[in-house]
């Protein structure tokens, strides 16, 4: 399969191969044949590509892509927001070419950052 008709113009790994026809969100971010949509797919997919969930956590334990600011607070479900860019604090120095995303270089503590479970971590 090409993943031309998605947005890219090299074919999908094979990995992805299986999954091209259920939906890209972002580069190398799909969404598994079956897997319901969530509410805020775009704000997880952003959070994923960055190396969300694959980077490890810093020295003070925290993890090193963080949702900030409006987008937390709609990720978390507070307030009415639509935001024009996603907010992302990051651990160490990276750039991103993922439109309309803002990245800070900031140093968190366990205090500063509350997980989507709503529990300290």
Same mark, same amino acid.
């Given at each position: 399969?090409?993943?031309?008709?998605? @947005?890219?113009?090299?074919? *999908?790994?094979?990995? =992805?191969?299986? =999954?091209?026809?259920?939906?890209?969100?972002?580069?190398?971010?799909?969404?598994?044949? @079956?897997?319901?949509?969530?509410?805020?797919?775009?704000?997880?997919?952003?959070?994923?590509?960055? @190396?969300?969930?694959?980077?490890?956590?810093?020295?003070? @334990?925290?993890?090193?892509?963080?949702?900030?600011?409006?987008?937390?607070?709609?990720?978390?479900?507070?307030?009415?927001?639509? *935001?024009?860019?996603?907010?992302?604090?990051?651990?160490?120095?990276?750039?991103?070419?993922? *439109?309309?995303?803002?990245?800070?270089?900031?140093?968190?503590?366990?205090?500063?950052?509350?997980?989507?479970?709503?529990?300290?971590?």
């Amino acid at each position: 399969m090409s993943g031309k008709g998605w @947005g890219s113009n090299r074919s *999908p790994g094979p990995c =992805c191969a299986s =999954c091209i026809g259920s939906g890209r969100h972002l580069s190398n971010c799909y969404r598994m044949t @079956g897997a319901p949509p969530q509410a805020h797919e775009a704000i997880y997919a952003t959070w994923l590509t960055l @190396g969300g969930a694959t980077k490890p956590r810093t020295a003070n @334990g925290v993890a090193a892509v963080v949702e900030a600011g409006e987008t937390a607070a709609v990720a978390h479900g507070i307030g009415d927001f639509i *935001p024009a860019t996603y907010d992302v604090i990051v651990s160490e120095r990276k750039t991103t070419r993922i *439109p309309g995303v803002r990245l800070r270089i900031r140093t968190l503590t366990r205090e500063d950052v509350i997980p989507l479970t709503g529990y300290l971590a």
